[in-house]
């Protein structure tokens, strides 16, 4: 068995070590065997099972879904409908969000012909700060989920 420290799994699976202390406190990875000082130990099963979780994440998964993911069984049939209602939702996921970058880009791009870079005042700076003044309602129904 090959038994890696943390830095070294860190560097063949692309996960860096805060984030696989970090999925080991989330259940997403068993906790490590350790070593009598304490090391953390990591065989070629996790390392399989952090770039599963790496590839999940670069798809935008997340932590539940590839919770949900890493549960199931690939010889059962029930999980193989389980994955493809994940992988379904998280693909509504993401066509809702494709939408709602569409729009951020529509709003960018009327933002940025209210100034040529060079005048001043900046229209578009005071653009900024006249929509910060206006007081962020969601439409009934909206789900919009911002980066704050």
């Not at 399989?48 to 935008?60: K, V, Y």
Request: with cysteine.
């Amino acid at each position: 068995m090959t038994a890696l420290r943390i830095g070294e799994a860190a560097k063949r699976t692309g996960v860096s070590a805060a984030n696989i202390r970090y999925y080991e406190k989330e259940g997403l990875l068993a906790p490590a065997l350790r070593q009598e000082n304490d090391y953390r130990l990591y065989g070629e099963q996790d390392l399989h099972r952090l770039r599963f979780i790496r590839m999940c994440r670069a798809m935008d998964m997340s932590l539940d879904e590839v919770r949900t993911l890493l549960a199931l069984d690939w010889h059962n049939p029930a999980d193989c409908h389980a994955a493809t209602s994940t992988i379904a939702a998280h693909l509504q996921h993401v066509r809702e969000r494709l939408k709602e970058l569409k729009a951020l880009e529509k709003q960018l791009q009327s933002l940025k012909v209210l100034c040529d870079g060079h005048q001043a005042p900046c229209n578009l700076i005071a653009a900024l700060h006249a929509q910060a003044d206006v007081a962020l309602t969601p439409e009934p129904g909206s789900n919009v989920k911002r980066h704050v």
